[in-house]
């Protein structure tokens, strides 16, 4: 079984505990990319976990890497736009909560992905522990 083509978007606090968590499962999960605004902590991340292919803009992540999962690590005022790009181009999804920044936001990702068949995960309390759960159940 070929291993799953990992973006992650998002370089801030928790994203380095979820890079690692990711790391551990480097038998089924190449971290292909990795994304952030801010070009210098990308970079950062990229080096310490050995990622070639380093981005600040998510559209040219897209444009340039074949994903099969993306891993959503921003604030919340951003995540909307990731998702709806990601569902665009048919990526399955995990996005950092909090989902949304209100109840109508957060439905209208939901439908968004529903509506280009795009499977859509949220992070919760225990989602690293579950990380290689997920990344089977999408793949499989």
Known sequence: MSKIKLGIIGCGFWSHYQTAAWAELSD?????AICDKDLS???KQADRFGVKAVYQDAQELLNDQDLDLADIITDVDSHAHL???LADHRIPVICQKPMAPNYLA????????????TPFYIHEKFSLAKTGKVAQDITC
């Open 41 to 43: 902590k990308a970079k």
């Open 83 to 85: 998702v709806k790009m």
């Open 106 to 117: 957060a439905h209208e990702m939901v439908e968004y992905c529903r509506s280009r068949n």
């Open 28 to 32: 089924r999960v190449d971290i292909s």
